[in-house]
C-alpha cells in the first residue's frame, strides 16, 4: 500500500491544526482498512461532515495516519435477501433518500434521509459515519434502533479478518462514544426484514433545514385485530445515548388501537427519557415535544 507523506502545516486558514498528521492512505478493500487499523492509530475518513467540523473546533484531534476509506466500492450500496436489508457503510444520505430498495422495504429510512441537513451534506455523509459519530442526536440512529438495526464491525488480527455484529441500540454508549474498536471498521448494517410493518420518523428543531434535532421519535409496528403489535419504539436528543423506548412499547403492544391507549403511552415516555436543560432547550420541553411527536406517529400512521 502506498503511503503518501503530509507535508508539515502549521496551521490552515481554517483554523485546526494538521501537524499531527504524518502518513495519507487511501484504501481500496475492507482488509486494507482494517490492516492499516491493525497498524494504527488510525484517523478514519469516510464522508468528513463530522470530523471536519470537530476538528476544527478543537474537541477532536488527527492520530498520525488519516485513512481515506470513500475508494472502498464494496461498503456503498443497498442489498435484499429475504426481506433483511444491507447497507453499505459508506451509503451516503442522499443514497438512502434515493434507493428503491429503501423506498419500497424501509420507507422509514428515507423520510429521516429527507430531514438530514442539506443537500450538500446528504451527499457525503455516510450512513456508517453518522452512526460511529454517536451522536445523541444522531438522525440516523433513532430510526435504526427502532428497526432492530445491527451495525457489522471487522478487524484483522493474526492475518485474519475477523467479524462480529452487535444491534444499533448498543453500540452507542454515551456522547460520542461507542463500542467500536480501535483496530476496527464498521462495514454494513444490517436490518431485519419489516414484513409490512408501518414506520415513521419526526424530529424537532427551530428550522426546517440543517437542523440538530431538539428531541425525535421514530416508531414502527403493525395493527393486527385492531391492536397494536410488534412496536418499537426510539428517541433522540433526549438521553446521552438515542435510546429504545421500552416503557412506551409496554403500554402499547396487545392494547387496542385507541385514544386511550395513546395517552397511556405518552404517560410512559417520561420513564424512558433523561433529557437536559442546555442552551438549545430546556428539559421540560424536550419532555414535552417527546410527547407530542410521539402522539403524531401514533395517531397518523398507527390507528384501527
Not at 41 to 60: H, K, Y
Not at 171 to 186: H, M, R
Request: hydrophobic content about 45%; glycine content about 8%.
Amino acid at each position: 500500500m502506498p503511503w503518501l507523506k503530509f507535508m508539515a502545516a502549521t496551521r490552515s486558514r481554517s483554523g485546526f491544526n494538521m501537524n499531527e498528521i504524518a502518513n495519507y492512505i487511501a484504501v481500496d478493500t475492507i482488509e486494507e482498512a482494517a490492516e492499516t487499523l491493525a497498524a494504527g492509530p488510525v484517523t478514519v475518513l469516510a464522508g468528513g461532515t463530522d470530523l471536519m467540523l470537530q476538528t476544527e473546533a478543537g474537541t477532536r484531534s488527527y492520530a498520525a495516519t488519516l485513512m481515506n476509506i470513500r475508494r472502498v466500492a464494496e461498503l456503498r450500496g443497498v442489498g435484499l435477501e429475504d426481506g433483511s436489508l444491507t447497507i453499505g457503510a459508506l451509503t451516503t444520505v442522499s443514497d438512502l433518500l434515493a434507493d428503491p430498495i429503501i423506498g419500497a422495504h424501509c420507507p422509514i429510512l428515507a423520510e429521516t434521509a429527507d430531514q438530514f441537513a442539506s443537500p450538500q451534506i446528504r451527499n457525503m455523509a455516510s450512513i456508517g459515519g453518522n452512526i460511529c459519530n454517536a451522536s445523541p442526536a444522531g438522525d440516523l440512529l433513532v430510526p435504526l434502533i427502532a428497526l432492530g438495526a445491527e451495525v457489522a464491525l471487522v478487524s484483522k488480527a493474526d492475518g485474519a479478518l475477523h467479524s462480529r455484529r452487535m444491534p444499533v441500540e448498543e453500540f452507542v454508549i454515551g456522547p460520542g462514544a461507542s463500542k467500536l474498536g480501535d483496530t476496527e471498521i464498521l462495514t454494513f448494517v444490517h436490518i431485519p426484514s419489516q414484513d409490512g410493518a408501518a414506520g415513521a420518523f419526526r424530529k424537532f428543531g427551530p428550522r426546517p433545514a440543517l437542523e440538530i434535532a431538539i428531541a425525535a421519535v421514530a416508531v414502527t409496528g403493525r395493527i393486527e385485530d385492531g391492536k397494536f403489535a410488534h412496536m418499537r419504539v426510539a428517541f433522540g436528543a433526549v438521553a446521552p445515548t438515542p435510546v429504545r423506548g421500552r416503557a412506551v412499547e409496554a403500554a402499547l403492544e396487545d392494547k387496542p388501537a385507541t385514544d386511550e391507549t395513546i395517552n397511556a403511552a405518552l404517560a410512559a415516555t417520561d420513564a424512558d427519557i433523561s433529557p437536559i436543560d442546555d442552551v438549545r432547550a430546556s428539559a421540560w420541553y424536550r419532555r414535552h415535544l417527546i410527547r407530542t411527536l410521539t402522539q403524531e406517529i401514533l395517531a397518523d400512521v398507527f390507528r384501527a
